[in-house]
């Protein structure tokens, strides 16, 4: 059965490569420059004269969809990168606002974050949605054969007869030929640019076509060539002059990013005169090298650095100039512990096997996503109750006594502009979590588990100062006694509740019962010793106390629970526990209140009798088939829920 099933997924894996590949075989094409304007150019011309930053927007809006409120959201970004929303909103806008011809156009993006923020993982992401993009109908890419910046065929047409091209086609024609395409222009064609030949490009960045990328390093051994090219030693001889543009070699980053992205990491390590040309090269489209004109490039540039350097950058009064003439888009870390719970999720999904095939108890990762959340969240003089509060309302969940104004304020960050750009990254987490599963003699990690290799993780940390480390051990015992400690009785809870399922309807109608005689203030047998007494007020409280119902709210609930129950026995419909969200949440408690000495017979020395330990086993079931335990850490949660009750 399961060779068939392997068989399968073999031949289903083949069958979405062949239908990739159908779906992404592009058409090349090759003529000359005279083919090109009579086949090419009257389909398509706004395509054809798409700039760098038009032909990004085009390929963004083919993955973009709106959501309900107008928001463009791009499922470029979706499965690899999350809780970070924002930052990829005004990547979008910035765009946008590029490809319509604004002045955001002529500036650099910069992204600045954190380390292991996501900065990388964006720009990856558009690098790769050009490449597919370019094998598509919609973007297909044309240039002069040959050229060694891939330009545009269009820059063949003489400056005189551009006004014509826009009065027939409707585009505008920006750029002139480069000096290599000029020279071979001459030399091999006689001037007859209707013979130039030209073809379809793809953007590939390890063909460093369209996409270039730079890296800083020793900057006393850096050189402008990385970026720009040098002189070809070995073609001078050839060609008999340095001059000659085709002994100049075209290896530089700028040149490989010609019609698309050039990438620049760590960009304000770079020295002074890099950082000078690429905004030269951002705001006029041209750079300027030795024995040449201005060689014109449209690309977009975008550039990324930590929060260390940047701030280093500001400090330094020359630098002026060059901040404004970048666009900064923070790309903080997220503050929604759900969000950080899936990129660990997907760094474990693409970690090697070992890994992958470790059992994790259901509230791993979101535990250790609400400590790094906590060491982001900057606390100042808050209480604890504070940081939870923040936590919460930062996961979008209902917290009691917030109203819409405090959760604007808090996920505005109106008091703490700063929140997410420190703290505990992703990788730190993922590091933690591995020397957990490799010091685990069982294949399942729970949840203490983790929690206690981040403890060790902190203390083991050189990098990190006392006074965080002492932090960052009270923000573990604040996610395990806040979080965690809710979280896994809740699960042991519901479990618990569906094997004692009868002993809970009893106890709902036994509630109807006494509310309905306390409303009509009359009296109630007793099922015992059959004599009539008052409704019990001490139970009647002690199952509303549960769910937060005040002494001055009983009477409306009480109410409220009645009217629901006559308007199911008016449809002919049971009223069950799943008749009263509020009222079965409360059954839930009370009865869970009520069996704890059960919980306590499982890690009691006693042997606990037959019916118990069905029960018993019956939850532990239950959490495996339901809430995403295994067998082992069903235990551990049972064992640490009765190690709770004890000490209540």
């Known amino acids: 059965m399961q060779d068939a099933a392997q068989a399968g997924g073999h031949d289903g894996f083949l069958h979405s490569l062949d239908l990739f590949t159908r779906q992404h075989r592009a058409g090349h094409w090759a003529g000359t420059f005279g083919d090109f304007l009579a086949t090419i150019l009257p389909a398509a011309p706004e395509r054809v004269a798409r700039s760098s930053h038009q032909y990004i927007w085009d390929m963004m809006r083919a993955t973009c969809l709106d959501d309900a409120g107008g928001t463009l959201r791009c499922s470029l970004f979706a499965d690899d990168l999350f809780g970070i929303d924002e930052a990829l909103a005004r990547v979008v806008d910035y765009f946008?606002?590029?490809?319509?011809?604004?002045?955001?156009?002529?500036?650099?993006?910069?992204?600045?974050?954190?380390?292991?923020?996501?900065?990388?993982?964006?720009?990856?992401?558009?690098?790769?949605?050009?490449?597919?993009?370019?094998?598509?109908?919609?973007?297909?890419?044309?240039?002069?054969?040959?050229?060694?910046?891939?330009?545009?065929?269009?820059?063949?047409?003489?400056?005189?007869?551009?006004?014509?091209?826009?009065?027939?086609?409707?585009?505008?024609?920006?750029?002139?030929?480069?000096?290599?395409?000029?020279?071979?222009?001459?030399?091999?064609?006689?001037?007859?640019?209707?013979?130039?030949?030209?073809?379809?490009?793809?953007?590939?960045?390890?063909?460093?076509?369209?996409?270039?990328?730079?890296?800083?390093?020793?900057?006393?051994?850096?050189?402008?060539?990385?970026?720009?090219?040098?002189?070809?030693?070995?073609?001078?001889?050839?060609?008999?002059?340095?001059?000659?543009?085709?002994?100049?070699?075209?290896?530089?980053?700028?040149?490989?990013?010609?019609?698309?992205?050039?990438?620049?990491?760590?960009?304000?390590?770079?020295?002074?005169?890099?950082?000078?040309?690429?905004?030269?090269?951002?705001?006029?489209?041209?750079?300027?090298?030795?024995?040449?004109?201005?060689?014109?490039?449209?690309?977009?540039?975008?550039?990324?650095?930590?929060?260390?350097?940047?701030?280093?950058?500001?400090?330094?009064?020359?630098?002026?100039?060059?901040?404004?003439?970048?666009?900064?888009?923070?790309?903080?870390?997220?503050?929604?512990?759900?969000?950080?719970?899936?990129?660990?999720?997907?760094?474990?999904?693409?970690?090697?096997?070992?890994?992958?095939?470790?059992?994790?108890?259901?509230?791993?990762?979101?535990?250790?996503?609400?400590?790094?959340?906590?060491?982001?969240?900057?606390?100042?003089?808050?209480?604890?109750?504070?940081?939870?509060?923040?936590?919460?309302?930062?996961?979008?969940?209902?917290?009691?006594?917030?109203?819409?104004?405090?959760?604007?304020?808090?996920?505005?960050?109106?008091?703490?502009?700063?929140?997410?750009?420190?703290?505990?990254?992703?990788?730190?987490?993922?590091?933690?979590?591995?020397?957990?599963?490799?010091?685990?003699?069982?294949?399942?990690?729970?949840?203490?588990?983790?929690?206690?290799?981040?403890?060790?993780?902190?203390?083991?940390?050189?990098?990190?100062?006392?006074?965080?480390k002492r932090k960052w051990v009270d923000y573990l015992v604040l996610t395990r006694k806040d979080f965690y400690n809710r979280w896994v009785k809740q699960d042991v809870h519901k479990a618990l509740f569906v094997s004692f399922e009868g002993e809970a309807l009893e106890l709902l109608n036994k509630y109807l019962d006494e509310v309905e005689a306390m409303l009509d203030n009359r009296t109630v047998k007793d099922p015992i010793t059959n004599e009539e007494r008052r409704p019990d007020e001490r139970f009647l409280r002690a199952v509303e106390e549960k769910i937060h119902i005040s002494e001055s709210g009983k009477q409306s609930f009480r109410q409220e629970v009645v009217r629901k129950a006559m308007g199911a026995y008016k449809r002919g419909v049971k009223f069950g526990l799943d008749s009263h969200i509020q009222l079965n949440d409360a059954v839930q408690q009370y009865l869970f209140e009520g069996r704890r000495d059960v919980l306590r017979l499982v890690s009691s020395s006693k042997r606990p009798d037959d019916d118990v330990r069905t029960k018993i086993s019956a939850v532990e079931k239950r959490l495996v088939d339901e809430y995403g335990y295994d067998a082992h850490s069903a235990r551990e949660a049972l064992n640490y829920v009765t190690t709770l009750l004890a000490q209540e």
């Open 96 to 468: 946008k606002a590029a490809a319509a011809g604004s002045e955001v156009g002529r500036r650099l993006l910069l992204l600045l974050g954190p380390p292991s923020g996501g900065k990388s993982t964006l720009v990856i992401l558009l690098k790769r949605g050009l490449e597919e993009y370019s094998h598509t109908d919609d973007g297909a890419l044309y240039a002069i054969a040959g050229c060694p910046v891939r330009e545009s065929p269009l820059h063949l047409v003489p400056h005189t007869m551009r006004a014509a091209c826009r009065n027939t086609y409707g585009i505008d024609i920006a750029g002139d030929i480069c000096p290599h395409c000029r020279a071979r222009l001459e030399d091999g064609f006689d001037g007859d640019f209707m013979r130039m030949p030209v073809e379809r490009v793809f953007i590939s960045e390890a063909g460093r076509s369209g996409i270039g990328t730079y890296a800083p390093h020793d900057p006393t051994t850096a050189d402008l060539a990385d970026l720009v090219g040098s002189v070809d030693l070995s073609k001078v001889a050839q060609y008999g002059d340095e001059g000659d543009p085709r002994a100049w070699s075209w290896s530089g980053a700028v040149y490989a990013a010609s019609r698309g992205v050039l990438e620049m990491i760590e960009i304000l390590k770079v020295k002074r005169e890099f950082l000078y040309l690429l905004l030269t090269l951002t705001q006029e489209k041209n750079v300027k090298v030795a024995r040449f004109p201005l060689i014109y490039l449209d690309e977009t540039i975008l550039a990324h650095t930590n929060l260390a350097e940047f701030r280093k950058f500001l400090q330094e009064s020359e630098n002026e100039a060059l901040l404004d003439r970048m666009v900064i888009i923070q790309v903080p870390y997220t503050l929604n512990y759900r969000e950080e719970a899936r990129i660990y999720r997907k760094l474990i999904s693409s970690a090697a096997p070992a890994f992958r095939d470790v059992h994790l108890d259901p509230h791993v990762l979101h535990a250790a996503a609400v400590f790094a959340i906590l060491s982001r969240i900057q606390d100042g003089d808050d209480k604890e109750a504070e940081l939870v509060r923040k936590v919460r309302i930062h996961a979008d969940e209902e917290v009691d006594g917030v109203n819409r104004a405090d959760i604007r304020r808090v996920k505005e960050k109106e008091k703490a502009p700063d929140e997410g750009l420190a703290g505990v990254s992703p990788r730190f987490v993922i590091n933690a979590l591995s020397n957990a599963i490799i010091g685990s003699n069982q294949k399942s990690l729970s949840t203490m588990d983790v929690l206690l290799a981040l403890k060790d993780a902190i203390e083991n940390d050189a990098r990190i100062e006392a006074r965080k």
